[in-house]
């Protein structure tokens, strides 16, 4: 098997595995626990707390752990969007290809009276700087920019959004999901208010992810209940998972640079090979983009059958996000991107992990080229 | 070892289809086509996917009989080719059958270039009709339980689409049908026939139709066949010919709706007798049973799914164009339905009833 969906999920990490194992056997107790059981469980927490902090150079008092993405993502712009409504701005800044625990939140904001504008993304699928400050009105609440986009790659410009957005007085989110353990990130730096992440996209198990909030940015909780992550997000911690992110994440920032130029390396040869398939199209700016994304659109196929006949080889691959049943959906992305319908289901998305060797990229690449030629003589018949 | 893809709808008949085809030595792939989301069947996009519940029941007997099970996304095609077809068909006073464009667009070519693009030889439906291989060719035939015999809605399909089709249930009674299934152990045994138009599932077609096309039809003149005006109606979509129920008039004597005048917005009042004709005329004629006939054809011809197939002469005047003519009238012919033509149990082709012609207002 070809495990090209590292932005779907990864492997979970043997430190990660080796970090959880004690409390998903022996210390089994509950964080709030007075006794000496107990605190061994809290002290695992915040170790772990400081652990995901210094990651992004961050305070650990900003850090609240959660089920993952989404729940971050909607919990930061919730929170924003309740400040923000105390002072009576309720206009929210964010771009056309966020992830939809971005967009849907904002839609239902939307609906509860928030004025949203999304910028555009151009073909690059970059947002500048630029264009967040022409946005930014006297009402406005949030910024919510992507650090790094899901289907095509592209980065963004976290520190110069972060920049004016902190000039101009605005709270600045970014999606990191995609970003954290595989981008430098520092939330210092780059002045970012609110930042989400998800521990299953960088080696860690899944169900857990956490929210970085600045000091002073009161975070409203989504689940009420008891007093865990100071009063922000109820529920016993999930002290396994949260272990296992926390060492996941740092191992996966120490190997960064290593692991970031060898997958760099094994992405560029698969951009420039598929390049080549007559009809192809690369999606997003070619530099700034994650080491382990490729996105193609090739014209006169439906990737729908491209991921299937890829399958059957044992190539997992995707085309972005599907909907309950399972069915490709027409991407966002691409549409904002300026992809036409036509083309964008003709998408194909591979997310490739450290472990890919030279032989495992041919195979890739000639099963993509195969399969393209077989699906356009199908459909041109 | 041969390939077959199976349309699982997530009912009773293609889980059997399905499990028949794995019996009868076939590597078997099952799907679901998604055909529509909330937005074209006019419910809110938050809501659970309608179709939802079905593709889970399809995708719970794939399980069970251990195959693979994909979701093919057909909204695009369905919504030009079936919804939008059913759109404008209305709103030119015509009453269509989806069901028909489904299988001509979707099922039986979409689904079977995908059954090619995957290695599968055959695609397999849950339909009661029967495909046999004789010397002249493939021959469509009604399905052994006449009661369910559906291959009125397969009459376009051609040799070449037949000799890629599986009808496994063809032969059987739905009685033995649901036996299968519940002896396997099925999710969907016990499930209901459906009964509606899938994307139009409170079966209110008239807002379906106002939706897709952002027209709101404007009442008109009930008349009666002298031009009298009776009464007013609330659009055109709303009435069919030969439909009683719900106009809300009253002329002393049972009324039915005889045609629909679409230059000037009318609905023709009559009475049952005013109903019955004897000619019409067809367009997009395909002829399942080869080449076209160039001479006259008499065969048993049927108007509607529940219609029992009358003696009649099918005459091409075309290429895809025909006249169909009874030997005796026939009661409430109605364009944009299917008219298909049997030898016995056998069909030989069929198209779409564009014009009756006869019921006019005859005082201009």
Redesign the interface.
């Given at each position: 098997m070809i495990y090209a969906d590292h932005a779907a999920t990864t492997r979970l990490r043997d430190c990660a595995l080796q970090a959880m194992m004690p409390f998903l056997t022996d210390c089994y107790a509950n964080a709030s626990g007075a006794y000496p059981f107990g605190q061994a469980a809290k002290k695992a927490l915040e170790d772990a707390r400081r652990q995901i902090a210094d990651c992004i150079h961050a305070a650990p008092s900003g850090i609240i752990f959660t089920s993952g993405g989404s729940e971050s993502d909607n919990q930061a712009i919730r929170s924003a969007a309740e400040i923000g409504a105390r002072s009576d701005k309720k206009h929210i800044i964010s771009a056309a290809f966020e992830h939809h625990a971005v967009l849907r939140t904002l839609d239902a904001l939307r609906a509860d009276g928030w004025e949203i504008t999304l910028l555009d993304v151009g073909e690059r699928g970059i947002v500048s700087a630029e264009q967040v400050a022409a946005a930014i009105r006297p009402d406005t609440a949030l910024v919510s920019v992507m650090f790094a986009n899901n289907e095509i790659g592209t980065i963004q410009p976290a520190a110069e959004i972060g920049a004016v957005c902190r000039q101009r007085g605005v709270l600045f989110h970014t999606d990191a999901v995609q970003a954290a353990g595989h981008l430098p990130i520092d939330t210092e730096e780059m002045q970012i208010d609110l930042l989400s992440a998800s521990a299953h996209k960088f080696g860690g198990p899944k169900g857990a992810g956490f929210l970085y909030a600045r000091r002073g940015i009161s975070l409203t909780p989504l689940i009420y209940g008891g007093a865990q992550e100071r009063n922000r997000r109820a529920g016993t911690e999930n002290i396994p998972a949260i272990v296992g992110m926390a060492a996941a994440l740092a191992e996966a920032c120490a190997e960064m640079e290593s692991e970031s130029a060898a997958v760099r390396r094994q992405r560029d040869a698969i951009i420039a090979a598929l390049s080549e398939i007559p009809g192809s199209m690369l999606n997003g700016d070619a530099e700034m983009r994650l080491p382990s994304n490729i996105s193609f659109c090739f014209a006169g196929i439906e990737s729908?059958?491209l991921l299937?006949?890829l399958g059957e080889r044992g190539i997992c691959a995707s085309v972005g996000s599907a909907?309950?049943?399972?069915?490709?959906?027409?991407s966002h992305v691409l549409r904002a991107i300026g992809r036409s319908?036509a083309l964008a289901?003709g998408a194909l998305r591979l997310t490739i992990g450290a472990e890919l060797t030279d032989s495992d990229r041919q195979t890739l690449i000639a099963a993509v080229r195969e399969n393209v030629e077989?699906?356009r003589a199908?459909?041109h018949r | 070892m041969k390939k077959a893809l199976i349309a699982m709808s997530g009912g009773v008949d293609s889980s059997v289809a399905a499990y028949l085809t794995m019996q009868a030595g076939y590597e078997c792939i099952g799907c679901?086509m998604?055909l529509y989301?909330n937005e074209d069947a006019g419910l809110a996009a938050e809501k659970?996917?309608c179709?939802?519940d079905d593709?889970?029941d399809a995708r719970a007997v794939a399980n069970r009989l251990g195959i693979p099970f994909?979701?093919?996304?057909f909204t695009?095609l369905f919504r030009e080719k079936v919804i939008g077809n059913f759109v404008s068909c209305y709103l030119c006073g015509k009453t269509p059958n989806p069901c028909i464009e489904c299988n001509r667009y979707l099922k039986f070519e979409k689904l079977l270039?995908?059954a090619?693009?995957?290695g599968c030889d055959k695609v397999v439906t849950g339909h009661y009709a029967q495909i046999v291989e004789t010397d002249a060719g493939y021959q469509l035939r009604r399905g052994a339980d006449h009661s369910k015999d559906q291959s009125y809605v397969l009459y376009m399909l051609t040799q070449a689409q037949l000799s890629h089709i599986m009808l496994p249930l063809g032969g059987m009674t739905k009685t033995e049908v649901r036996a299968i299934a519940e002896a396997q152990g099925f999710v969907t045994a016990h499930k209901r026939d459906s009964q509606d138009i899938c994307f139009v599932p409170d079966g209110d077609y008239a807002r379906i139709v106002e939706q897709q096309s952002s027209i709101t039809p404007e009442g008109g003149d009930f008349v009666d066949l002298q031009g009298n005006v009776l009464g007013r109606h609330r659009g055109l979509i709303h009435y069919t010919v030969g439909q009683r129920r719900g106009l809300g008039i009253a002329v002393g004597k049972p009324a039915y709706v005889c045609g629909l005048d679409v230059p000037n917005n009318r609905v023709i009042i009559g009475e049952n007798k005013d109903l019955f004709e004897d000619t019409c005329t067809l367009e997009q004629v395909s002829w399942t049973a080869g080449d076209l006939p160039q001479a006259p054809v008499r065969c048993l011809a049927k108007i509607r799914y529940r219609h029992p197939a009358q003696p009649a002469t099918l005459t091409f005047t075309g290429a895809d164009t025909a006249i169909l003519q009874f030997d005796e009238p026939q009661r409430a012919i109605t364009a944009g339905q299917a008219a298909v033509c049997y030898d016995g149990d056998t069909v030989l082709g069929g198209g779409t009833i564009c014009g009756t012609g006869s019921v006019q207002v005859q005082a201009e």
């Open positions: 729908e059958t299937l006949l909907c309950a049943s399972g069915a490709a959906e027409p319908d289901r077989r699906l199908i459909s | 679901t998604r989301d659970t996917c179709s939802l593709t889970e994909y979701v093919f996304n695009d270039e995908r090619e693009a995957l």
